[in-house]
T-cell receptor
Framework: GAGVSQSPSNKVTEKGKDVELRCDPI?????LYWYRQSLGQGLEFLIY????????KSGLPSDRFSAERTGGSVSTLTIQRTQQEDSAVYLC??????????FGPGTRLTVT | KQEVTQIPAALSVPEGENLVLNCSFT??????LQWFRQDPGKGLTSLLL?????REQTSGRLNASLDKSSGRSTLYIAASQPGDSATYLC??????????FGTGTRLKVLA
């Protein structure tokens, strides 16, 4: 079946602009996660959703970052007023309850 | 606060060798531990998931073990192949749905 998909695969934006990153999880997966991987760094947890609710937003780096999930499916991560330090690969994963996480290919964000 | 460490950071071995990758975690109250591989420029591929009630999981040439009391997990790769070259990541869920990742072991298997 189809895996986790993310769009766009690459995004180049100017400092100060807003960006939206999209994640389509595997059908039937109730949990959805966003991570960030900066160059040479490990994966940093951002937020997770159980259904449409986000019980843990503690990983969001600042109030410029927000995320939503609708219909228990698609999720959007929005970064407002982007900064150069936001440049990273943003990864989305989904899982059925507490089981294995399946990752999408990621969105590479470059802020110039 | 859970912290996850992976040693070594990089490893280079000749084809055919059996090898062990190590993952240490500070909070033994984990719910799941998952091993992934990441190829350059790609997302993560799930290899094995070990639940807290389990001690090991096997898939093909891979075997992962979990020892909560010592705060360790190991990934054993038998008869390594050049195609196994990748970065291997472990991640621990301490019961909060929030996976904490190690920084990975970069493996290179030489033909």
């Amino acid at each position: 079946g189809a895996g986790v998909s993310q769009s766009p695969s690459n995004k180049v934006t100017e400092k100060g602009k807003d960006v939206e990153l999209r994640c389509d999880p595997i059908s039937g997966h109730t949990a959805l996660y966003w991570y960030r991987q900066s160059l040479g760094q490990g994966l940093e947890f951002l937020i997770y959703f159980q259904g449409n609710s986000a019980p843990d937003k503690s990983g969001l780096p600042s109030d410029r970052f927000s995320a939503e999930r609708t219909g228990g499916s698609v999720s959007t991560l929005t970064i407002q007023r982007t900064q150069q330090e936001d440049s990273a690969v943003y990864l989305c994963a989904s899982s059925r309850d507490r089981r294995e996480q399946y990752f999408g290919p990621g969105t590479r964000l470059t802020v110039t | 606060k859970q912290e996850v460490t992976q040693i070594p950071a990089a490893l280079s071995v000749p084809e055919g060798e059996n090898l062990v990758l190590n993952c240490s975690f500070t909070d033994s109250a984990i719910y799941n531990l998952q091993w992934f591989r990441q190829d350059p420029g790609k997302g993560l591929t799930s290899l094995l998931l070990i639940q807290s009630s389990q001690r090991e999981q096997t898939s093909g040439r891979l075997n992962a073990s979990l020892d909560k009391s010592s705060g360790r997990s190991t990934l054993y790769i038998a008869a390594s192949q050049p195609g196994d070259s990748a970065t291997y990541l472990c991640a621990a869920d301490s019961g909060t749905y929030k996976y904490i990742f190690g920084t990975g072991t970069r493996l290179k298997v030489l033909a």
